[in-house]
């Protein structure tokens, strides 16, 4: 039996300076009932760089 969907999807937050990827992300819940397409980039701290970058929406493996 499969199993249903619910009304939040698991989204990843992936960092990107110049076009390459730093390899830090953070995983967030999106709502599907509010949202309807994709989220817009967000600031938050690159630990990696060590400072504040725009991080943009990409599909969680999961």
Same mark, same amino acid.
């Given at each position: 039996?499969?199993?249903?969907?619910?009304?939040?999807?698991?989204?990843?937050?992936? $960092?990107?300076?110049?076009? #390459?990827?730093?390899?830090? =992300?953070?995983?967030?819940? %999106?709502?599907?009932?509010? $949202?309807?397409?994709?989220? #817009?980039?967000?600031?938050? =701290?690159?630990?990696?760089? %060590?400072?504040?970058?725009?991080?943009?929406?990409?599909?969680?493996?999961?």
């Amino acid at each position: 039996m499969a199993s249903k969907k619910g009304k939040h999807e698991l989204i990843r937050l992936v $960092s990107k300076v110049d076009g #390459k990827e730093t390899g830090s =992300y953070y995983v967030i819940k %999106k709502n599907l009932a509010k $949202s309807s397409g994709k989220i #817009k980039p967000m600031r938050k =701290y690159d630990s990696r760089l %060590k400072k504040h970058v725009e991080m943009t929406e990409a599909k969680c493996s999961h």
